[in-house]
C-alpha cells in the first residue's frame, strides 16, 4: 500500500514569489492536512481538507491555500514568499470519516527555502 | 485552547537503557494520542495511536501509556539502541477529523 506522496521534495524560492506544492494521500483517504514545521514553532496545523471542503483552519495569514481534487490530492499554495515562509511542509493523510477513532500517516515533506 | 508539552527536549542515554519520554495536555477532552517519530530532516513516522478509551497501546519495544485524568501520557522504550535516536513527538486530536496539536518534541540520543 502506497504511502502518502508529497512532491517536490525541496524547493528554493525567491521572496515575492509563489508556490504550489503537492500531497497524494493514501489510497481510499479522504482528509489531507498540512503543517507547518520550524525549528521556533514547531508543527503548527495550517488547513485540513476532506471531499473537496475545507473543514478546518489554523491561524494562518490569507498567502496560504489549498484546495483538493476529487481524487482526494491536495495542493497548497502560498503567495507572495516571505523569508519566514521557509519550513518543512508536512502533509498528512487519513480516513476522514467521524464514526471512526483513526491516526494520521504523514509524508516526506517538503523543504522550502525562501531567499 | 489545548496545549501539549514535552519535557525533557533532549535526552541522551546509553544503549540498552530503557526511555521514558514524557507528554503532557492541559484539555483532558481528547479524542486520540499519538506519538511519532521524526529523524532529522524528515516527514513523522507514526510509531502509536492511543484512543481515548485506552489505557494503554503497546507495539514491540516501544509502549505508551495514557491517563487522560491527568493530562498525561508516556511512551516507553525497552533497551534503547542506537538506531532509535531520533526526535520523538506527541500529539492530541480533541475531535474526529480535528487538528493534531503537538508538542515541542523530545531529542532522543542513543550512545553505543
Known amino acids: 500500500k502506497a504511502g502518502v506522496t508529497q512532491t517536490p521534495r525541496y524547493l528554493i524560492k525567491t521572496r515575492g514569489q509563489q508556490v504550489t506544492l503537492s500531497c497524494s494521500p493514501i489510497?481510499?483517504?479522504?482528509?489531507v492536512s498540512w503543517y507547518q514545521q520550524t525549528p521556533g514553532q514547531g508543527l503548527q496545523f495550517l488547513f485540513e481538507?476532506?471531499?473537496?471542503?475545507?473543514?478546518n483552519k489554523g491561524n494562518f495569514p490569507g498567502r496560504f491555500s489549498g484546495r483538493q481534487f476529487s481524487n482526494s490530492r491536495s495542493e497548497m499554495n502560498v503567495s507572495t514568499l516571505e523569508l519566514g515562509d521557509s519550513a518543512l511542509y508536512l502533509c498528512?493523510?487519513?480516513?476522514?470519516?467521524?464514526?471512526?477513532?483513526?491516526?494520521?500517516?504523514f509524508g516526506s515533506g517538503t523543504r522550502l527555502t525562501v531567499v | 485552547k489545548q496545549e501539549v508539552t514535552q519535557i525533557p527536549a533532549a535526552l541522551s542515554v546509553p544503549e540498552g537503557e530503557n526511555l521514558v519520554l514524557n507528554c503532557s495536555f492541559t484539555?483532558?477532552?481528547?479524542?486520540?494520542l499519538q506519538w511519532f517519530r521524526q529523524d532529522p530532516g524528515k516527514g513523522l513516522t507514526s510509531l502509536l495511536l492511543?484512543?481515548?478509551?485506552?489505557r494503554e497501546q503497546t507495539s514491540g519495544r516501544l509502549n505508551a501509556s495514557l491517563d487522560k485524568s491527568s493530562g498525561r501520557s508516556t511512551l516507553y522504550i525497552a533497551a534503547s539502541q542506537p538506531g532509535d535516536s531520533a526526535t520523538y513527538l506527541c500529539?492530541?486530536?480533541?475531535?474526529?477529523?480535528?487538528?493534531?496539536?503537538f508538542g515541542g518534541g523530545t531529542r532522543v540520543l542513543v550512545k553505543p
Open positions: 498528512a493523510s487519513s480516513p476522514g470519516g467521524t464514526g471512526d477513532n483513526y491516526g494520521y500517516t
Open positions: 489510497s481510499g483517504h479522504r482528509s
Open positions: 481538507y476532506f471531499s473537496e471542503t475545507q473543514r
Open positions: 484539555d483532558s477532552a481528547i479524542y486520540n
Open positions: 492511543i484512543q481515548s478509551s485506552q
Open positions: 500529539a492530541v486530536a480533541v475531535a474526529a477529523g480535528n487538528k493534531l496539536t
